[in-house]
């Protein structure tokens, strides 16, 4: 559908095309993106680099969550071993393979 936007941006129908498509919640989203993209460079640039900031900001969220999630499993597998629980039920409690629970209580 974006596809449909941009080929048609610059053509004289774009204004029929777009009214078959504007009540689609994904489609008013583009053209909210294409209008400003279209300003002038300045605006364009800024808007690049926001949506950029913006997915930055994402990922390295989604990876702090990830990595915090390793070290509390890590932690609870490292608990659960002090206490003499088996190998086999530490690997279900935390998800982890044995092998890399062996790997972690090495590293201890």
């Known amino acids: 559908r974006w596809a449909i936007l941009i080929e ?8 029929a095309k777009a ?8 489609f008013s989203m583009a053209m909210d ?8 460079e ?3 640039l800024h ?16 990876k702090s969550k990830e990595s915090g999630q390793i070290e ?9 071993f002090s206490l003499g629980l088996p190998i086999d039920i530490i690997a279900k409690l935390t998800g982890f393979s044995e092998s890399e629970l062996k ?4 590293n201890n």
């Not at 808007?47 to 989604?62: C, G, L």
């Not at 790997?103 to 090495?106: A, D, F, L, V």
């Open 33 to 40: 993106m294409l209008s400003s993209f279209s300003r002038d």
């Open 103 to 106: 790997s972690i209580m090495s």
């Open 8 to 15: 048609n941006a610059d053509k004289k129908n774009f204004t």
């Open 47 to 62: 808007a690049m680099s926001r949506e950029k900031f913006e997915k930055d900001y994402s990922f390295s969220m989604r």
């Open 72 to 80: 509390a499993r890590t932690e609870t597998a490292k608990t659960a």
């Open 42 to 44: 300045t605006q364009r």
């Open 19 to 26: 009214e078959e498509y504007m009540d689609r919640e994904d």
